[in-house]
């Protein structure tokens, strides 16, 4: 390769000649272009044997879920927890049985059958006499009902009299106090219950059948009670009943006259002192409502009990008390196949017990609880209080309830239809009741061999179990796999899990499956607490079994991160201690699977656990879990990394004990270490967690030390890309201002203002010397610029100083030198800054408490807005306290005099002004910007006359409130802002602020107009934001509770737990409507790529004077940039806004406000993840970077701030232009390079969010531009502002990165490129008008072309894929060339009517695929131009 330089020289003294009066004028090709088009072929600097690595796959950055949610957490979340807890738990402790049968005297309005039902609790009682056959049937009752529950205490009532019943009942109720009865009739001897609402009863000596009136009933037997009512017509009663509960319950009156009538006036006293200790909400009827009380009828109104001879005469009440041999024996009736070798008699004698589930008789009572809790779970879904009160708060009422199931399945096959108080939904028909008779009948048909073998009369036989539970084991996981994501119904076997948990066979496979159903979202957590699976997870916490750990620790994470209301049972049995031997860093959990995310989860439980619960913070310190914590601080996984710094936060939160223990440990040490973690999960989580080490009152000597260490420690934090962690840091000080007071600041203030002062005489001195006032030089830098001089002479801002990571190596976390007062500030801010540009360089610090104080004051102005609002808050406070000193006050007020005598407005004379204006924005709109989606026809000539647009700057002049890093400029801002007016003066200093935008009012389009985007809106007294600086001081003296500021941090990481975890996300399932999107999206990239496969190689001797379209902007763009796929050309101007057009249907997508302080531009543009859903990355000269998403406006959705820092601090007037912050970003990598008015060119890695390489340049001037390869990200490219260029290598040491330096340009570089694909041409453009082409091998440019003579080189752009290159100079020509040096096109480019007027060229780029060249123009005129086939 030649070493030597080719310069092409392009004669200009004939381009006028050779121009017409059309807008275009065709270029020539020379004949040297044509022999030199062949060279065209050879790869740049060895790049040729560079391949694309493997292993780098392209991630889309930026896009977690911290971007997503500006981790705020989300309220949907927490309020989505239900209530699925036992408030109040009744007892049915007691219960009467009535039994009315008259045995041998039939009733007189019941004509039986012959034959007819006769058994009464399976007794047949005309085989004794009537006497012993009521007794017997008495008992047998007592006895199955005993077995239902057996802490119930029954007593019978035979036969009763009126007195008989009346005094039982009351007895009952007294003895039952307000727990629950059972009242169980059974009125087979007696008449129908009457549809006015009364039983039958006997007399005295049974001559006579006595009405009973439900009403009276009721207030002998008072609430809370559950009746049984086993007799024809027995719906007549629930319906008189519920008729008389509701007239109860409407008449105070009525309420208490049960107890009255029950109650002893000694206990009725008491219950009156009970009830007013416990004041019940208004509006809510009482606890014991009398239609609280719960019914059981075996049939309705007009429906009389059935007679079939083969069915017990109480076959409701069988039904209710034994349903195992009911269910059985119903079964024998409808099949008579069974009945070939099955009796009846061999039926009542199934073996085993029902409280074992191992024997065919406890399997089967433990399938049949499954089966009817899965039905009532199905049709109760809708009504989850009413399934909890009936089948979870009394095991009496749930099974009862459970049985009432099987009754009306069974009575309505014999036209009956039991009814309930609560009515219950049909389920007589539930597909489960299959799974039931096929488990029935597997049973029965063992059940000869196992009479055989019992009996002796048979061989052996063992019981083969049902495989009921395995099935549906396998139902509900198919469902899951299959189910889950399209059908959002909670599937039925859930109950049946629940029934699982207490088989060790099923035990683990049902746990794993129930893990997978909890990590489908806050809803399957709450499907599970409300069927009632915490009891069951509570108690398996005190198995030993190893293999239950992994998946017992998941399922309580995920029930923790929806209700954290589980500490006391956590605390009752010592379960917590279950999780922190997990914790443990030993040897033991080394067996389980991923034990690292299993002790992150644990980190995470035991961190609820103590959350605002002291016992919990106490249980935790005596078991060590600070040790435990501490140990894996350093682990190689993040997520334990972070949850042991928000355990450790949640542990030693208020715990002066919790505390001293970490400094025994040094724990506050290790969590000054992870500030620089490469995770910004992590840096967050530490930093919260030594926030809330923070901030003790009654400090000793020793913790206000270790305070100050941690906060000189946690500086580093200002340095941080990630919003999330800058924001706890701001958190983590709020603790130390509350707890230091104004004595502690007012000698950082005194220093502030001494410093304030000497830079304001500093600054008025300059501004003499300089020969221009501040006002006339600040209206200056706003206006629009029409020359190249002003374009590159940039302006005065600069950013407020950082804390750079000398202060924090120069100090080991944890320890402040000695000389902290002094070293510590300055330390805090480079060399580099020194002089009257920094607000940072003091001379001397006399305590940590000045830098803080000015940290504060940086943070305050910082690029994010929810950063800067609350450090605000926390400086107003600091402000208000300051300003009720006296010393302070009366600075204050010399300040505002000088303000009023000066009456300029205040601010505007300060050419250093470093405000950042804080407009009024909701906080709904608080990360939005003023964005609007436009109507196609809105964009052609939006004018308006002069006057009408002094007018509307009138009417749209905005009061600002600006913040500043200055003390004194805080209160001149303040005055102005309690002072501002519309005054002509005030008008005319606000319309050089103001982006001067007109419309017509028939362009206006609907809804929201870009006018109404493009300006802000005014701030008032009436709606002036709560966290404003404005309503910060005049309230702070009122409320005291601001400071410490309150983290919602912690609550958004716990969110992690109700996010799926055990499957892909929905952008990796095919056929998600993200995975397809995606899909389409890569099918029209590789379109679009192989379009400009095929055009690329003629672009590089084509001309490129075809003009495509016309855009008019409404100002002047000073930055263009193309999307590479979408349609999308964005358009920067002066006054920091973004348009974003269509540029294929020249129509305005949405206008972006980018936010910028005043006195501060955009310099650069990047897309981020262009292949899928682009971010656009705007660069201001203040150093900061801000990233929007959605800010094309599409689906109607405004532009969203993603994240936000400042990427160059120590920035510096490197001479008389300065260049801002440029940069290049790297998709594969995820690395943003950033050069600017710097020394150093900073590497920001977007996965870490941090600052990972600092690469000094080695130059004085400033970084102009700066490109870099798009392999592997490893070479970078920078041109500076004194014409060197300089190469350097990444993967050397930053002090020895330079691998390559030239200087043969002479001026400021206008912009350096290296292609992405094609040859990887590096190509420069200088202002003197000279373009090179280098080779990074090589010492000196291989080519040099002449294109601007005479005239600067204000735009350079390089197409990314093809050899051509396009410069405009300020003689308002365009060129383009190829790589060889030969001119394809040169264009005039005018503007006005018939183009009579040539448009000066402010900004150039080409599309990156398409052969697509867009210029800007002065006059708001963005043309783009595109080769054409023309070979002449």
Known sequence: MPSAAVHVIASDANEDARSTSSTLVNGERNDTDNDNNNNISTIRHGFDHAVYEDDVL????????????????????????LDWRLRERIKTVSGLLVICLNIGTDPPDIVKTNPCA??????????????????????HLHTQYENINGRTRFKMSLDPSVEETKKLCCQMRRNAKEERILFHYNGHGVPKPTASGEIWVFNRNYTQYIPVSLYDLQSWLGSPVIYVWDCSSAGNIVNAFNRFAEQRDADPAHQGQGQQQTSSTQQQGQTQQQSSSQPQPQGTPPSSAWRDCIQLAACGPNETLPMNPDLPADVFTACLTTPIEMSLRWVVMRNPLLTTNITMDMVSRLPGRAAERRTPLGELNWIFTAVTDTIAWCVLQDQPELFKRLFRQDLMVASMFRNFLLAERIMRSYQCTPMSTPQLPTTHDHPMWQAWDLAVDMCLF??????????????????QSSTFFSEQLTAFEVWLVEGAVNNPKIPEQLPIVLQVLLSQVHRLRALILLSRFLDLGPWAVNAALSVGIFPYVLKLLQSPAAELKPVLVFIWARILAVDRSCQNDLLKDHGYAYFINILMPNNAMLSIPHVSEHRAMSAFILSVFCTNFKLGQQACLRANVITACLAHAKDPDPLLRQFVCLCLGQVWMNNKEAKSAAIAENGHEKLCALLTDSVPEVRAAAMYALGTFLGDSNKTEQIVNIEHNIAISALVAMSDASPIVRREFVVALSHLVHQAGPAKFLMAANQTIEEDQSQR?????????LGGGGAGSSASSRRPRSSVTATLSGNEWRSPPSFSSPLITSTSPGQLPSNATSSAASSAASPATAGTDNHFVSTSYDSVYAVLWKALLSLSVDPNPEVAK???????????????????????SSIIREVVGSGT???QGNGMDRSRSFQAHDDHNRFTSTTSTVNNHSVNNIHMSGSAAVAAQQLRRPAKLTRSVSFASTLRTIYNFGNASLSSSSVNDQQQNTRPLSHQSTATPTSSSINNNHHRNAITQQNTPAGSPRNSIS???NNNNTLPLVSDFYDWSCEYFTEPQMRATEAEEPGSVVYTQRKWRRARNEKI????????????????????????????????LFHQYEPHLVAADAYNYLVVWDWKTSTPLSVIDNRNPSHSQITDMKFINEDDVALLLIASDDGAIRLWKNYDGADQEDAQLVSSWRALKDMEKSNSRQSGLVCDWHQERGLLFTGGDARVIKVWDAHQEMSIMDIATQSTGCVTSITSDQMRGDIIVAGFGDGLIGVYDRRMKPTAAMVQRWDEHKAWITGVHLQRDGNRELVSGGFGGDIKIWDIRETSSLRTIEAHTHADMTALAVHDHSPVVASAGDDQIIKVWNINGGRLSTIRPSSGFLGQRNSFTRALTFHPNLMVMGASGDDGSITLYRSHNITS
Request: one cysteine or more; proline letters at 5%.
């Open 58 to 81: 392209s991630f889309l950055h930026f896009s977690d879920k911290r971007h997503d949610t500006n981790a705020k957490p989300d309220p949907t979340v927490r309020s989505v927890s």
């Open 118 to 139: 006769k058994l009464e609790c399976w007794i047949d009682p005309f085989l004794l006499v009537p006497q012993k056959s009521l007794e017997a049937i008495g008992k």
């Open 446 to 463: 063992q059940l000869p061999q196992l009479l055989a073998a019992e009996d002796g009369s048979g061989p052996a036989y063992a019981y």
């Open 761 to 769: 005489i500093d600054e008025r001195a300059n501004n003499n010397h």
């Open 870 to 892: 609350v450090a605000s808050i926390v400086v107003d406070h600091i402000n208000s306290m300051l300003l009720n000193t006296p010393s302070i006050n009366e600075y204050a």
């Open 905 to 907: 407005g205040g601010g």
């Open 1035 to 1037: 309230n702070n003296n």
């Open 1089 to 1120: 790529a192989l379009e400009s496969h095929s055009s690329k190689g003629m672009a590089g001797t084509n001309r490129w004077d075809e003009q495509m379209i016309t855009i008019h902007n409404e100002t002047e763009a000073t930055k263009l």
